[in-house]
């Protein structure tokens, strides 16, 4: 069975950090990119990150870039999204998803998605 938990989520003060973790098994880890994404309240989802198969490429968008930072442990199957300076318009479900190879920000490249994990961030 195809699995991927996030966890790391909670409130937090402007300005402060999190870490998300993104567990992922039942499939070949390896063989996949794996892609952070966030939806608020009445937007759709977007891509926040993406680190490729070889963990050698990352992306991020740009209302992220120099804040979060992506990495992952192929040993343990895990992906971590490192979240700085934290504001209140990061806050959102984050949710971790899987697609061959390559990164991308295209939803419809992604073949297995987490539940995600609430980030609130307070002013």
């Known amino acids: 069975e195809v699995q991927l938990v996030e966890s790391g989520g909670g409130l937090v003060q402007a300005g402060g950090s999190l870490r998300l973790s993104c567990a992922a098994s039942?499939?070949?880890?390896?063989?996949?990119?794996i892609g952070w994404w966030r939806q608020a309240p009445g937007k759709e989802r977007e891509g926040v990150s993406c680190?490729?198969?070889?963990?050698?490429?990352?992306s991020y968008v740009d209302s992220v870039k120099g804040r979060f930072t992506i990495s992952s442990d192929n040993a343990k199957n895990t992906v971590y999204l490192q979240m700085n300076s934290l504001k209140p318009e990061d806050t959102a479900v984050y949710y971790c998803?899987?697609?061959?190879?390559?990164?991308?920000?295209?939803?419809?490249?992604?073949?297995?998605w987490g539940q995600g994990t609430q980030v609130t961030v307070s002013s």
């Open positions: 998803a899987a697609q061959r190879f390559s990164c991308s920000f295209s939803f419809w490249n992604y073949d297995y």
């Open positions: 039942g499939f070949t880890f390896d063989d996949y990119a």
């Open positions: 680190i490729s198969n070889s963990g050698a490429l990352t």
